[in-house]
């Protein structure tokens, strides 16, 4: 069971960096 809900844990946070850096890019491409 902690094992379960540690792996999604890990998975969202893969997937909010992901988003982060996704976002920093469509920023800097914005600003230029």
Known sequence: MIFQTNGVFLR???FE???LS???KVDK???D
């Open 17 to 19: 960096l992901e988003v």
């Open 29 to 31: 491409f914005l600003k």
């Open 12 to 14: 969202v946070e893969k």
């Open 22 to 24: 996704t976002f920093s």
